[in-house]
């Protein structure tokens, strides 16, 4: 392969890769974890959560369970801000810093509000 060759594929692969490079940055080891209920305390399933780190692109994406729990797996340090949605209820937010690559804090139960209420 020419020389002229092998730097024209080299700048391809870094263009190709740029995306990947880029949205890695927010994925770390950290985990965040807890339940949705509504005011009566049951819980909500399908509720749709929205990380994302403070000064980064990309976001983590998780979904409550039939029990309200959920899970959000691949987390940097830094500051997170959540947000929790599913219809017929008030979306809510949230913040959550995780100290350490490696960071697991207490588990959080948010509550969502019916509209309307």
Known sequence: MKPASRC??????M??????????????????TGTVNDDAG???RDVSI?????GEEGVIEGKTDEKGAW?????AK??????FQVAGYVPVGAKVMLAAELSRIPPLTVVLKKVGR
């Open 42 to 44: 049951t819980p909500i």
């Open 71 to 75: 899970v959000l797996n691949g987390m």
């Open 8 to 13: 024209a594929a080299l700048i391809l692969l």
């Open 50 to 54: 929205r990380a994302t780190l403070t």
């Open 78 to 83: 830094g500051e997170w801000h959540l947000t």
């Open 15 to 32: 263009v190709l890769m740029a995306p990947m490079i880029s949205s890695a940055q927010f994925r770390g080891l950290g985990r965040v």
